[in-house]
């Protein structure tokens, strides 16, 4: 049951994605996670060679495109033997595109091992996944709320709710409303919320996108559903009748 939930979800928000994104993805800097990894690895090259800003983030994002970026890869490729200098192919392609695009040769590794050491520790502590490291502190800022306000006039689900949206515009912050839009659309499709935050973030969607795709979605369907659904079970017993 639960691989199945798994699979549904994917394909819910694979659904949703191709009906709505179009417009609602230009309401947000990062739709997708994977470009929050692309900006890190920018950043901390920044730190390894003096190279001109705009090349050097143009070199993050080819290496992205052509797949040197994968933090699964990254984490898995181990360390160059520093006696026989032998290196995995990965790491090797990495060091051969820097000195392509002018890194020294010592960037070179230094870029290297800096971009690895980053893909080990998401991948050690947060499944390979840069918005499960940014959620933990945006989760936990929700937490510490009334540390340090005091709201008279709203209950404390109104004020996390709130501050939900406020991280969410603010600092995009990859943390879900969980409102009642959602769990409307949960209920109609027979899945629990942390099922579709999980399926966003194996697509590394952007929570704060998928609170907004679907409350989009959720008026064009509210009519539609009923007949759907009755005509699927009409479809399923006459298989099951022919079988």
């Not at 992205?64 to 995995?88: E, M, T």
């Not at 590794?109 to 971009?115: E, F, I, K, Y």
């Not at 912050?173 to 099922?195: G, I, N, R, W, Y």
């Amino acid at each position: 049951m639960a691989a199945k939930n798994k699979t549904e979800a994917h394909y819910l928000l694979r659904k949703l994605l191709s009906l709505e994104a179009a417009d609602l993805s230009l309401n947000h800097a990062w739709v997708w996670e994977t470009d929050r990894w692309k900006e890190l690895v920018f950043a901390l090259l920044t730190r390894v060679t003096d190279m001109d800003e705009a090349h050097l983030r143009d070199i993050t994002e080819r290496m992205n495109d052509i797949g040197l970026l994968d933090i699964d890869s990254l984490a898995a490729s181990p360390a160059i033997d520093q006696a026989s200098g032998q290196i995995d192919p990965h790491s090797r392609h990495i060091i051969e595109y820097f000195l392509e695009c002018g890194f020294q040769p010592e960037e070179a590794q230094n870029g290297l091992q800096t971009v690895r050491e980053a893909a080990i520790g998401l991948q050690k502590h947060f499944k390979g996944k840069i918005q499960l490291y940014l959620r933990k502190y945006g989760l936990l800022m929700l937490q510490e709320i009334n540390q340090t306000f005091e709201f008279s006039k709203l209950d404390m689900a109104d004020v996390t709710l709130a501050f939900t949206y406020w991280l969410q515009n603010v600092l995009e912050m990859p943390v879900s409303l969980l409102d009642a839009h959602m769990e409307a659309f949960c209920k109609q499709h027979d899945l629990k919320p942390a099922q579709v935050v999980s399926a966003a973030d194996d697509l590394d969607l952007n929570l704060a996108l998928l609170d907004d795709l679907v409350l989009s979605y959720l008026p064009n369907q509210t009519d539609e559903t009923p007949p759907v659904q009755e005509s699927l079970q009409k479809v399923q017993s006459r298989a099951s009748g022919q079988s």
